[in-house]
């Protein structure tokens, strides 16, 4: 019930409130690591996700009030455990700062502007995160390509695109390209009750009940059995089980809903 109303208050609150950090972190004592990064991965980590994918990191970004969406993400670094963060940055946020910066460089432009941007965007940063890898070497290719600009040598060198692709082949390799770019443990479980919280649909065990060894659940009053392996949620529709997306579990809750009015 707690972490229910908990993950309704995250998702009730604008990642720009300022004042929402302190008010959920003080919870993190109360849960476990897993069950806590579970919470985060479901109500918080694709709030915070959205803002990096629409962040734009080019010049002039003081301007249009784009530190201030850095911002809004770092300040919940105290909720979100450093690694996941760390993740995010590293796919959404320091490759687009890369390439924003080669362009930039390469269209001649006033070094002085161009170091005061960069400055803007690592002061956003705290001692704690500046200290993570990720955000120290990404800040690190950031000032060896302004060296370089300045030295007069050819930046194509440091293109960032060639560093990134480098990365896609390793990932490859090492057969983690479907892996959860924020590292976070979320089951197909977590994933549908932060979904009935978010529709307004109870989700709760039905004890005693299974359907080929799967615990069936209640979803608004609707059947339902959760595949974690798959991937995969069926419903009991008319004495038949069969597979169902998110959306279609919404629709039948509600007209489940309806019908019970």
């Not at 002039?60 to 919940?76: C, I, K, N, P, T």
């Not at 006033?110 to 960069?118: N, T």
């Not at 924020?182 to 307004?200: H, M, P, Q, R, W």
């Not at 974690?228 to 039948?252: D, F, M």
Request: charged fraction near 25%; hydrophobic fraction near 40%; aromatic fraction near 10%.
């Amino acid at each position: 019930a707690v972490r229910h109303k908990l993950a309704g208050a995250l998702k009730s609150r604008e990642p720009s409130d300022a004042t929402a950090p302190g008010l959920v972190s003080p919870w993190r004592s109360v849960f476990d690591q897993r069950a806590w990064d579970k919470l985060v991965a479901t109500a918080l980590a694709p709030r915070l996700e959205r803002i990096l994918v629409g962040l734009d990191a080019g010049p002039g970004a003081q301007g249009r009030g784009q530190f201030d969406r850095l911002r809004w993400v770092l300040m919940w670094s105290h909720c979100v455990p450093t690694r996941a963060l760390c993740a995010l940055l590293s796919k959404h946020f320091f490759p687009k700062l890369l390439r924003a910066l080669y362009a930039w460089l390469r269209a001649n432009p006033d070094f002085g502007e161009v170091a005061e941007w960069y400055e803007g965007w690592k002061a956003c940063f705290g001692e704690d995160l500046e200290a993570q890898d990720v955000v120290r070497d990404s800040f690190n290719d950031c000032l060896v390509m302004m060296n370089a600009a300045v030295s007069g040598d050819d930046i194509s060198l440091y293109d960032p695109s060639r560093a990134e692709e480098e990365a896609r082949r390793k990932e490859a390799a090492r057969g983690t390209g479907t892996a959860r770019s924020t590292e976070f443990d979320a089951t197909l479980k977590d994933l549908v009750e932060s979904f009935g919280i978010e529709s307004g649909f109870e989700f709760l065990p039905k004890v005693g009940r299974f359907n080929k060894s799967l615990q069936v659940y209640s979803f608004g009053g609707v059947s339902i059995t959760l595949d974690n392996r798959r991937q995969a949620i069926e419903a009991l529709l008319e004495g038949k089980w069969g597979p169902v997306s998110l959306e279609r579990l919404r629709q039948l809750a509600e007209a489940r809903q309806r019908a019970a009015a």
